[in-house]
């Protein structure tokens, strides 16, 4: 079901092989995002150059929209942005500059780990594979990030979640989701994208450009 090619080295975490043939044999065909993107996140940005990770929640349930990578949504979709459109928001306030496109290819090709505690939903249902397994995944990727400092984002409470599994050695940044259910309870002036940005100029790295390219 799932395209596991490309996970590079990530494929040695046990949950492939322990955990992930009982998740696939649990859900039918309507989930997204398709099967080749479930993986995105980690095909994308393998674990040596992962230098930021943002943990959000689950993917979009609206067919056309999840791309595998947490908030991204396809350039081109042309539909609601709801999260991303505050993420938006957020960038330009924060920091001062615009970024329209939609895609966040971009940033994971920078070394930033999009990664939803759930990697899949059911069309329509969101939420609906939260308890399903992806939580085993999670934690194990988190692990395997614990060998050196990196700048985490938890944003929401089912990413918060996931902060005892992190050393103390990482810059760690907790707030609301930007869902517009939510940005309003703290997501809006918690400025992560500047202060993640000082702290990897301050251990002697490139920023993140948040903004269009």
Known sequence: MFDLSALGDWADLPFFDTDLPQIAAKIDAG?????ALTFAALNRCQAADTRVVILGQDPYHTPGKADGLAFSIPDGFGGRLDSLGNIFKEIQSDTGKTRTKTSLDDWADQGVLLLNT?????????????TLGWSKLVRQVLERLN?????VILWGGPAQAYAKHLAPHH?????????????YRGFFGSRPFSKVNQWLIDQGEQPINWANR
């Open 118 to 130: 759930a990697l899949t939903v059911p069309v329509g249902k969101p939420k609906g594979h939260a």
């Open 31 to 35: 989930f997204l995002p398709p099967p």
């Open 171 to 183: 810059l760690i940044i907790q707030s609301a989701h930007p869902s517009p259910l939510s940005a």
């Open 147 to 151: 060998d050196r400092p990196r700048a």
